[in-house]
């Protein structure tokens, strides 16, 4: 491959030469997530695996954002990039660049004689956000490439007289552009606006690459790994443990070995749970170091209907735990027996989270929610590795310094408030996001989205249930400031309650990596969407898949394998098909 550009004196600079380096193997659906089956895809592989491009998402890149337009900024890094250029000129060339992104690429075009400026005669600016059309893109190209020939002259029938016809034609005449209304191409589109994947495609062609195309991207379906579970609730895996830990409504904990169950549990607290209406054993959360001090924690209804969390230690035996190690770390009155909630797990900075309802019946009579003097209503963020109450036996924990209510009105312990009934909670660690799956009243289910270190939000309830105000009567309720709303709900003409589930982040499935998936309990179908900037985009409905039973909780494997579980029994697993 020969890269060329022309220096500041007109010189003929050869910046790079020889083969192309060979790519590794492109995964299923390549190397982004977003560009699949996108027309320009061979090309945009092409200048990824050259290190042209490096995604559009920092520090993640695993989209490319092919729609997006071009800015003259950011066609700086594409060229500086492609060219391999390195000499910044040792001057500050414009005056409307000073601290961007692109400002030393920009700084690098201008050396290399590439660009000029956009604001002639003067030329002291470089106009990095304007977006680049195609005209402009011929001129950079021109340019970089030293492309002198005109060919045939007037190769387009809509550029005629304009600034940049001259760069047009060199541009068809080096074989860079085809035209831009296939099959005639006998039109440009000079103003029209350049997107990232058109750009792809240039500067692939200019760079003589040949456009790589990835493997199609793998196809899921579901397939059941083992029945006849006793109503289970939730799956997990320890940290660096290739075992499945099922947890069982009635207040077993099995383990599923190479896709068989073990006959004997885990765990059998069966004597001190609740079993009654949405009571039971409802969560498990296996400490970030479990395989040096094989501590663990569930969360449980006791026998007389209040939340607990029970540390517990493993055995000797791997396959047992020591049911006489029980450590409590925290109960929680509950007035009635729905609405408990009951998700634990320890976030990336080691805290164990636990998330409550607002204390159940109907409506929240208790006023809970809004309640931040109280418990219940709440996500919770407290420490398991000391404990800040040495006199009270039944509190065995730390308050972190940086839960929001440290030192002001409010229990220490509340991370977030505002929750009717948080079936199921996740944090995908990749992209810092705290998901919530929030059980509605009788109109709106929701899926809460927020960056995990945002302390102290309020997700509304029961002041609103979804987007719409639930205590309409009161107008000082319907208040919307200081409010954090779901990014999704759907009706109860849809479902009737949510089950939060997961982030994808496996990697069986590169296209569907970020996307989070979820349920309803009753519908029974599984639905994904993905969240990007604040965005929910792609939002789907696995139909294909069918019914999938009243879906009682996800869980994810340490392969990051997704896992389903229903209350009739089934655990199943997302696989590609084939497989």
Not at 84 to 103: Q, V
Not at 193 to 210: H, I, K, P, W, Y
Not at 462 to 490: H, M, W
């Amino acid at each position: 491959m020969t890269r060329i550009s022309l220096a500041l004196a007109v010189a003929i600079v050869v910046v790079s030469a020889g083969a192309a380096a060979l790519a590794a193997p492109l995964p299923p659906g390549g190397t982004f997530t977003d560009d699949n089956g996108n027309v320009h895809e061979g090309f945009i592989e092409a200048i990824a695996a050259e290190g042209i491009t490096r995604g559009c998402n920092p520090p993640l890149n695993d989209r490319y954002c092919p729609g997006s337009l071009v800015e003259r900024g950011q066609m700086a890094a594409f060229l500086a990039r492609a060219l391999g250029l390195t000499d910044d000129g040792g001057r500050d060339w414009f005056t409307d660049d000073d601290g961007t992104t692109f400002e030393v690429d920009i700084n690098k075009l201008a050396t290399a004689g590439i660009t000029a400026g956009c604001n002639p005669p003067a030329n002291d600016q470089f106009c990095p956000e304007d977006k680049v059309t195609r005209g402009q893109m011929a001129a950079f190209l021109v340019r970089a490439y030293a492309y002198t020939d005109p060919g045939k002259g007037d190769w387009f029938t809509d550029d005629d007289g304009t600034t940049f016809e001259a760069d047009i034609d060199r541009l068809a005449t080096a074989g860079i552009t085809l035209g831009c209304n296939p099959p005639a191409n006998d039109r440009y589109c000079p103003d029209d606006l350049v997107r990232r994947d058109q750009m792809a495609s240039f500067l692939g062609r200019a760079e003589e690459l040949t456009p790589m195309v990835p493997p199609p991207p793998a196809i899921p379906r579901v397939e059941t790994v083992v029945s006849g579970l006793a109503s289970p609730l939730f799956v997990t895996s320890p940290p660096g443990d290739d075992r499945l830990f099922v947890v069982e409504k009635p207040g077993y904990v099995r383990i599923v070995e190479d896709d068989r169950l073990v006959s004997t549990p885990f765990l059998d607290i069966s004597d001190l749970v609740s079993g009654g209406s949405e009571q039971g054993l409802l969560g498990l959360a296996f400490h970030p170091d479990y395989a040096v001090n094989g501590r663990f924690y569930v969360s449980y209804t006791d026998t007389g209907g209040d939340s607990r969390v029970v540390e517990y230690r493993v055995s000797l035996d791997p396959y047992l735990a020591d049911e006489s190690s029980q450590r409590p770390i925290l109960e929680v009155d509950q007035p009635a027996s729905n609405h408990n909630g009951g998700m634990i797990l320890f976030a990336p900075d080691g805290h164990l989270m636990f998330g409550l309802g607002d204390g159940g019946s109907g409506g929240d009579p208790w006023e809970n929610g809004q309640d931040t003097e109280v418990l219940l209503g709440s996500l919770l963020r407290i420490g398991v590795d000391g404990d800040d109450f040495p006199s009270d036996a039944d509190r065995n924990y730390t308050i972190p310094s940086d839960n929001p209510f440290v030192g002001r009105a409010g229990r220490d312990e509340i991370w977030a408030y505002g929750l009717r009934n948080p079936w199921r909670f996740t944090i995908d660690a990749a992209e810092g996001l705290l998901y919530i799956g929030d059980v509605g009243q009788a109109r709106w289910e929701e899926i809460n989205v927020a960056p995990i270190d945002a302390a102290g939000l309020n997700y509304g309830w029961d002041s609103f249930e979804g987007n719409e105000c639930f205590n309409d009567a009161e107008a000082i309720d319907c208040e919307r400031n200081g409010k954090t709303f779901p990014v999704l709900v759907y009706s109860h003409s849809e479902g009737v309650s949510v089950t939060g589930g997961y982030a994808y982040r496996g990697t069986e499935f590169p296209s569907l990596v970020g996307h989070y998936f979820f349920a309803d309990y009753g519908r029974g179908l599984l639905r994904s969407f993905r969240y990007i900037e604040g965005q929910v985009l792609a939002d789907r409905t696995w139909s294909e898949f069918g019914y999938l039973g009243n879906i009682s909780s996800f869980g994810v494997d340490d392969s990051g394998r997704l896992y389903i579980v229903n209350l009739g029994g089934d655990l199943m697993r997302l696989v590609p098909a084939g497989s």
